[in-house]
């Protein structure tokens, strides 16, 4: 998903509101706040039924990472690259706001092979611990 010049502005300027919707590339984005930390949903639904989401969080105590986290394609939809298209989106937003992108996957799982193809890497020092079996990974914008 691209986000063309005025979308962007959009966006920034969403992100100092208490809530925000628009549409991106037949995306639905919802921005909130939740205290000082902002979560934006990318959410795609096909005939009123949600097909993909993903959330992307930026926490008020980080200033260098923004996470990306609870992606999920329904099974009928898959492989057509909306998830490529949801963390496209993520990474675009990463760089607007000039922060690192980090996520966790499964260990010696297809996604982390993809998420390498992106250009994530393993952070073997985080400050928090995966969850068994799941590895950090992050993108330098
Ligand atoms: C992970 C998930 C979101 C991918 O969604 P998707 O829309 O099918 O993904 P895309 O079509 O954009 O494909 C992304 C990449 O993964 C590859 N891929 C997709 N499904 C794959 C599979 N089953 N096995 C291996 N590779 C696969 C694609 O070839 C593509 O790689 P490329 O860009 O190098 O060509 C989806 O499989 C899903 O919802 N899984 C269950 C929830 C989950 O595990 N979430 C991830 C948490 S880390």
Do not use: P
Request: glycine share 2%; hydrophobic share 40%; with cysteine.
């Amino acid at each position: 998903m691209e986000l063309n010049k005025e979308k962007l502005e959009i966006l920034k300027q969403s992100i100092n509101k208490i809530e925000s919707t628009f549409i991106a590339d037949s995306f639905l984005i919802n921005l909130i706040r939740v205290n000082e930390d902002v979560e934006i949903w990318i959410i795609k639904s096909i005939n009123a039924k949600f097909i993909a989401t993903s959330t992307s969080y930026i926490y008020n105590d980080d200033d260098d990472n923004i996470l990306f986290c609870s992606l999920r394609v329904e099974e009928k939809y898959r492989n057509s690259k909306i998830a490529t298209k949801m963390i496209n989106f993520h990474l675009e937003l990463a760089k607007l706001l000039n922060r690192n992108s980090y996520l966790t996957a499964s260990e010696g799982s297809w996604m982390q092979g993809w998420y390498e193809r992106l250009g994530y890497k393993e952070v073997t020092d985080a400050d928090y611990e995966a969850k068994e079996g799941y590895i950090w990974m992050s993108k330098n914008i």
